[in-house]
């Protein structure tokens, strides 16, 4: 596992986070988790090659939005708009983690701030991905 698709493995592992209210409500953020279980199984595979994922995510969420499968597909592509920042430094090349993307606007957001402050390469890794409703049989 040098490498996956014909590129080196990513320096940093960021997932994008739930607002703290929504993690205070759960009593967990599902998609820090998700990725700290990812690290794990990927150190296994990878040893010192693997994301690094800090303690501290330098992506935070700090506009609670409604869940996004509440919203129309309008409504979900102006969400995402301001409802992150960063907060710390940031490796040159990102994984960004998401568990479920629906519209790609969250990702989009996160992946054009990312670039904003610094990275030179951001990977999506996502579990999920809802299908488009419009193109539906």
Request: hydrophobic content about 30%; glycine content about 4%.
């Amino acid at each position: 596992m040098e490498s996956y698709s014909g590129k080196h493995w990513p320096e940093q592992l960021l997932y994008v986070p739930s607002h703290p209210s929504r993690i205070k409500e759960r009593g967990f953020c599902q998609t820090k988790a998700l990725a700290t279980q990812l690290t794990r199984e990927l150190k296994h595979q990878l040893g010192n090659k693997c994301p690094s994922l800090t303690k501290k995510n330098p992506l935070k969420k700090i506009k609670n939005t409604q869940a996004q499968h509440s919203l129309s597909r309008k409504e979900r592509l102006k969400g995402p708009k301001n409802s992150y920042v960063i907060t710390s430094p940031i490796a040159k090349h990102i994984a960004l983690f998401d568990d479920v993307m629906t519209t790609g606007s969250t990702i989009e957001h996160c992946t054009k701030l990312l670039l904003a402050a610094g990275a030179e390469q951001v990977d999506i890794w996502v579990i999920a991905r809802t299908p488009d409703k419009e193109h539906q049989i």
